[in-house]
Nanobody, 128 residues
């Protein structure tokens, strides 16, 4: 059973940066699609970025709203997923969740939230 624990959220001024981390444990598949989602109050949860656990930068996928500002990466040695967020705006304020499913990320995966079997508890990001 995969467990995901997020950290790194906080409050930051517009234009600032934050780096989120997601520590993963209990993996049983050979590869996972790892992703970040976010949910603001009163809004649906939306996909932000995804990456194959055994992939490289070519496997990364981003929502249009964060392209060029956010970077998803992983530290395989530490089983940790990261999300570097730069040039933050108040519209980025949300609870950010780490998620995963066994298998490879596919085109459009960020739109199929139901495919993600494993979820963390979330970390709050507030931009003012």
């Amino acid at each position: 059973h995969v467990q995901l624990v997020e950290s790194g959220g906080g409050s930051v001024q517009a234009g600032g940066s934050l780096r989120l981390s997601c520590a993963a444990s209990g993996a049983t598949y050979s590869s996972y699609c790892m992703a970040w989602f976010r949910q603001a109050p009163g809004k649906q949860r939306e996909g932000v970025a995804a990456i194959d656990s055994d992939g490289n930068d070519a496997s990364t996928k981003y929502a249009d709203s964060v392209k060029g500002r956010f970077t998803i990466s992983q530290d395989k040695a530490k089983d940790t997923l990261h999300l570097q967020m730069n040039n933050l705006s108040p519209e980025d304020s949300a609870m950010y969740y780490c998620a995963a499913f066994g298998g490879d990320c596919y085109v459009g995966v960020l739109s199929y939230i139901a495919d993600f079997s494993y979820w963390g508890q979330g970390t709050q990001v507030t931009v003012s």
